[in-house]
């Protein structure tokens, strides 16, 4: 397997470098092919801004979307957002690791998705008409394709649950699971999420550790969150809305779409989830 590994932390010798080396050594062991996008390390421009279309008129108002697309099907992106383009065409599944910062992934690894999702390759894909819209949400150009999160928070982790003041970690983590890898098609894994890293000790690493290199033996065969297919029967076209059959009655919310009715069979969520 051909794994990509987008790494946004500004300092090699941090924990989130660790547990990136522990991965990687896991992964290399069990005769996989990884590559490294060390966002910091590389200094990855993080801003879309008319420097990335070249071909773009100077004297016509910027339209960033348009611009993508252009650049896209004329093959005049820049340079260093090809190469990732390329990098997640040769990849079978892709790996994003960062601290969660402010609820949210760092600047850096969103202009990266910015940057690097383009028109016509992430999104702005497929057919758009009263039965389908777009090849997104379970299809799309990366569908076929694995995808997880490695995340570290400072904050414990019942500060993350149902009833926790920071909200439940699945919801903070929607947007990038769903909005971010399941979108363009890939089949998006439980994340690994390490809590109270600001607390963290020695005898503490090697417990989390063991439990990532697990996760790295298992990526081919852990199952995916079961989120709904937009264009699957789940949904109304083009209004979007989730038939009112389907889910519990009265539940709103990020978990309606996941379909969790025909998952029951399979291994709980809340066991795949690592955390520590």
């Known amino acids: 397997m051909k794994v990509l590994l987008v790494f946004a932390h500004p300092e090699p010798r941090s924990l989130n470098g660790a547990l990136r ?17 060390d966002l910091y390390a590389d200094g990855w421009k993080s801003e879309v801004d008319r420097a990335d279309f070249p071909s773009w008129p100077p004297e016509e108002r910027f339209l960033p979307a348009v611009a993508s697309k252009k650049a896209f099907a004329t093959n005049t992106l820049t340079e260093d957002i090809k190469a990732e383009i390329d990098k997640l065409l040769w990849a079978d ?131 995916p969150i079961p989120y709904r297919q937009q264009n699957g029967g ?13 889910g519990d009655p009265g539940a709103a919310g990020f978990a309606l779409h996941e379909d969790r009715a025909t998952a029951k069979s399979a291994t709980p969520r809340s066991t795949l989830r690592d955390v520590a």
């Open 93 to 223: 599944t892709l790996i994003l690791q960062f601290p969660l910062w402010w609820y949210a992934m760092p600047a850096i690894l969103k202009g990266w998705v910015d940057r690097v999702y383009a028109y016509g390759f992430a999104y702005g894909v497929g057919e758009h008409s009263d039965k389908r819209w777009g090849d997104r949400f379970g299809e799309g150009t990366l569908a076929g394709k694995r995808a997880m999160l490695i995340v570290t928070a400072g904050g414990w982790e019942e500060h993350y649950s149902a009833r926790g003041v920071n909200g439940p970690i699945d919801d903070l983590l929607f947007p990038i699971n769903h909005g971010i890898l399941y979108y363009p098609g890939y089949d998006v894994l439980p994340p690994f999420v390490v809590y109270r890293v600001d607390r963290f000790g020695e005898a503490d690493f090697e417990p989390v550790a063991e439990r990532l290199r697990e996760r790295m033996r298992t990526l081919e065969t852990t199952r």
């Open 21 to 37: 080396d522990v991965a990687i050594r896991e992964l290399e062991a069990q005769g996989h092919e990884v590559l490294i996008s």
């Open 234 to 246: 789940d949904y109304h076209i083009p209004s979007m809305q989730l038939r009112s059959e389907l």
